[in-house]
C-alpha cells in the first residue's frame, strides 16, 4: 500500500521558517517526479515546487521563489520543502505528490499526480 506522510507543519510568525518533511512507503518513487502543493481557504490547490528524479532540475510557483527550496533524499525515499521568509499569504494545508507519467516537463495541476499525502497544516501569524 504506497503512503505518502508529510511532516512538518505548524504555527510560525512571519519571516519565520518551516521544514516540511514527505516519507513515502509501499513504493520507490526514486524514479518519479515529486511535488509539493497547498491549498489556502477558498482557494485551488496550487503546485508550489517540483523536483526531478535526481533532484538536478526544479520548478518554483513565482510566489515562492527565492524563497522555497524544494529537495529530495532518494535513498530514504523522502522529499523536502525548506520555507524560508514565510507570509500569511503561504497560510494553507501543504500537501507531497508523486507524478508517475515520466513526463519531461513538469506538470503543475494536481490531477497530475497520481499519488498524495493527507497534508499538513502551515499557518503563518503576521
Known amino acids: 500500500q504506497v503512503q505518502l506522510v508529510e511532516s512538518g507543519g505548524g504555527l510560525v510568525q512571519t519571516g519565520g521558517s518551516l521544514r516540511l518533511s514527505c516519507a513515502a512507503s509501499?513504493?520507490?518513487?526514486?524514479?518519479?517526479?515529486m511535488g509539493w502543493f497547498r491549498r489556502a481557504p477558498a482557494k485551488e490547490r496550487e503546485c508550489v515546487a517540483a523536483i526531478d528524479w535526481s533532484g538536478g532540475s526544479t520548478y518554483y510557483a513565482d510566489s515562492v521563489k527565492g524563497r522555497f527550496t524544494i529537495s529530495r533524499d532518494n535513498a530514504k525515499n523522502t522529499v523536502y520543502l525548506q520555507m524560508n521568509s514565510l507570509k500569511p499569504e503561504d497560510t494553507a494545508v501543504y500537501y507531497c505528490?508523486?507524478?508517475?507519467?515520466?513526463?519531461?516537463?513538469?506538470?503543475?495541476?494536481?490531477?497530475?499526480?497520481?499519488?498524495w499525502g493527507q497534508g499538513t497544516q502551515v499557518t503563518v501569524s503576521s
Open positions: 505528490a508523486v507524478d508517475i507519467s515520466l513526463a519531461r516537463r513538469f506538470h503543475v495541476r494536481a490531477q497530475e499526480y497520481d499519488y
Open positions: 509501499g513504493r520507490t518513487f526514486s524514479s518519479y517526479t
